[in-house]
């Protein structure tokens, strides 16, 4: 069973940094895409970032020039730092691991959640 543990965030001032991070264990030999998401109260939950095995990135519009995920396979971590923060970032902010088949191993397809880092962005 993979493990998904973000930590990071906090508060800060509009126009400030954070940076969240995502801890993966018991990594096995599949392919993972690791995402990043956040969810407001009341609202669906939204994609932000995401980065593929080959180090390939993804961004949603809202976080585009301002947000930048990298990995570090050593760790097994991920990490979402957010710069020129604005008040409407402010949300719960979810790593999640999606796992995929690769050419060698039939992996199946399962998306492993964490519980979720708050970040508050203040006016």
């Known amino acids: 069973q993979v493990q998904v543990v973000e930590s990071g965030g906090g508060s800060v001032q509009a126009g400030g940094s954070l940076s969240v991070s995502c801890a993966v264990s018991?990594?096995?030999?599949?392919?993972?895409?690791m995402n990043w998401y956040r969810q407001t109260p009341g609202k669906e939950r939204e994609f932000v970032s995401s980065i593929d095995s080959d180090g390939s990135t993804t961004y949603a519009e809202s976080g585009q020039g301002r947000f930048t995920i990298s990995q570090d396979n050593a760790k097994n971590m991920v990490h979402l730092q957010m710069n020129t923060l604005k008040p409407e970032d402010t949300a719960m902010y979810f790593c999640m691991a999606a796992q995929r088949p690769t050419v060698v191993r039939n992996c199946p397809y399962r998306n492993y959640w964490g519980q979720g880092t708050q970040v508050t962005v203040s006016s």
């Open positions: 018991r990594y096995t030999s599949c392919r993972y895409v």
